[in-house]
């Protein structure tokens, strides 16, 4: 039997140790979770904080004791990994429940320790209460200041997927919200007149935004100054800016960086060391479309890259297809998805396209709720290879997941016309938008020769 050991217990790392349970039922298998839970959802933490989630525990999807009794899989929590010992074929291991060290040896190791938040360049950062949100310590830290310290009013630094999230449960824990935003449109890989959707909704719930700012320094009386002039107050910060890949333990043993900073790894989720996977956010993957470097850390791309090193460890391999950076993010009544490449992406890539869009009701205009969506879909003119698609309004959702679905497959953006999409008022219409769109589309493509 092959022994495999896991480096994080969480959403690339449980996932990966359940699939290679499913596909081999003899592997002895042992996940080591440097903090004391396991299996826990990341992404569901702003909305615990905001109140939508009623209990921690809903956000707990396994305990070391499930796991053993469920499929025969040690997690060893408070366990942390701190070297690789490529040679010895071994991790050495700081147990910090019983204060010791020591090794462990593997057949083969899977390397999924996330990713950690990039602190942003504030001066006097230790003059305030300074949070950011990763693990479940974060989020359990962050509840409780929030209540015993009498929290009323957040800083969100940084308008990306967390910082959103967290103004509207924040907003809905009833504090004053700031939202400092470096570029000058929150979400920045949206369109900017989609941006500006999500920025008149966060201002119609009364959320200050701050953009093209960053927060400069935390003055003596605590108050924030940015780097526009403007001065604000507010009880705490949470730093949202980014994060990087925690890829020091694989640095350390000298497996190859990539050019986007993660650990580089092939198809099928090795480094150079090929009894050696990395998963999840700590990885540089590789773009669907172009086949170029990428990083994206979000959870599907984790749960596929587990799948995938499963199969390969299991000696049934199935190839990793690349990332398309399918996502969604919510913003009070407001939703904005994306799929594949913005226009600013391919014209930095130099790639020419060409663009239909359309802005119409999410279903038929007569039923009650119907709203605006705005959808956008960038293709190559010559073949009607689909780029990337975004959309903003309510059922965005539906439309990119279908046009990541069709770029998956292969389509063309003239294939869109003949997809068959479920319709009734409530959801849709005859001709949904996505049909739209590759009617449109039809005008900009260059004449067949
Ligand atoms: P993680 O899930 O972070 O797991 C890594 C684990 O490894 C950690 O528990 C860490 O303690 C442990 N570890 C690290 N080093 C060691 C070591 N040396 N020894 C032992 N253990 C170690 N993605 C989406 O797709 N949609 C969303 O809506 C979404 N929302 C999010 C909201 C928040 C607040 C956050 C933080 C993330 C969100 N994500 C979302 C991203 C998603 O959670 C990550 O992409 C995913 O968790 C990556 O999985 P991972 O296994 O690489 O890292």
Redesign the pocket.
């Known amino acids: 039997t092959k022994k495999v050991l896991v480096?994080?217990?969480?959403?690339?790392?449980?996932?990966f140790a359940s699939q290679l349970r499913m596909l081999d039922e003899e592997a002895e298998i042992i996940v080591?979770?440097?903090?004391g839970?396991?299996s826990?959802?990341?992404?569901?933490?702003?909305y615990y904080l905001g109140g939508f989630v009623e209990k921690r525990e809903h956000l707990i999807a396994a305990t070391p004791e499930s796991f053993q009794e469920k499929k025969k899989i040690e997690v060893r929590i408070r366990?942390?990994?701190?070297r690789i010992n490529r040679s010895e074929k071994t991790v050495t291991?700081k147990d910090h429940i019983k204060d010791v060290t020591y090794d462990e040896s593997y057949d083969k190791l899977v390397y999924?320790?996330?990713?950690v938040p990039v602190v942003p360049d504030i001066k006097h950062l230790d003059r305030g209460n300074c949070y950011s949100?990763?693990?479940?310590k974060d989020?359990l830290k962050l509840d409780e200041h929030i209540t015993k310290r009498n929290y009323q009013s957040v800083c969100l630094v940084g308008g990306g997927?967390?910082g959103l999230?967290m103004a509207e449960n924040m907003k809905a824990r009833g504090m004053k919200v700031h939202l400092v935003q470096r570029s000058s449109h929150v979400l920045n890989l949206l369109e900017p007149d989609f941006s500006q959707v999500l920025e008149k909704e966060l201002i119609d719930h009364d959320v200050d935004l701050h953009l093209s700012a960053t927060v400069e320094q935390i003055n003596e009386d605590r108050s924030l100054k940015l780097s526009d002039g403007t001065e604000i107050e507010a009880d705490f910060l949470l730093l949202a800016v980014g994060?990087k890949p925690?890829k020091h333990?694989a640095e350390a043993a000298g497996l190859s960086i990539g050019i986007t900073g993660g650990v580089r790894v092939n198809e099928y989720m090795q480094t150079d060391d090929p009894d050696i996977y990395a998963?999840?956010?700590?990885i540089e993957s590789f773009d669907f479309i172009t086949g170029k470097p990428k990083q994206v850390?979000?959870?599907?791309?984790?749960h596929r890259e587990?799948y995938v090193a499963a199969r390969h460890i299991t000696d049934d391999p199935v190839a990793f297809k690349g990332i398309l950076g399918t996502?969604?993010?919510k913003v009070f009544e407001q939703s904005a998805a994306v799929v594949g490449h913005s226009g600013s992406s391919l014209r930095k890539m130099e790639i020419p396209f060409e663009t239909a869009e359309l802005t119409s009701k999410q279903h038929a205009g007569y039923y009650p709720g119907a709203s605006s969506l705005s959808l956008m879909v960038h293709f190559c003119p010559d073949s009607g290879t689909i780029y990337g698609a975004q959309a903003v309004g309510q059922g965005a959702d539906k439309r990119i997941d279908v046009i990541s679905t069709a770029i998956n497959g292969g389509l063309s953006v003239l294939d869109l016309q003949t997809l068959e999409i479920a319709y009734a008022p409530p959801y849709s219409a005859p001709k949904d938008p996505v049909n739209m769109i590759g009617y449109k589309a039809v005008k900009k493509m260059n004449k067949k020769k």
Do not use: Q, Y
Request: hydrophobic letters at 55%; proline letters at 5%.
């Open positions: 480096i994080g217990g969480v959403a690339g790392g449980a996932t080591f979770e440097k903090d839970t396991m826990f959802a990341n992404c569901g933490m702003p366990h942390e990994v701190i291991i999924s320790p996330g990713a949100l990763r693990s479940f989020m997927f967390i999230e994060i925690n333990l998963i999840g956010d700590v850390p979000l959870a599907w791309v984790a587990a996502a969604i993010c």
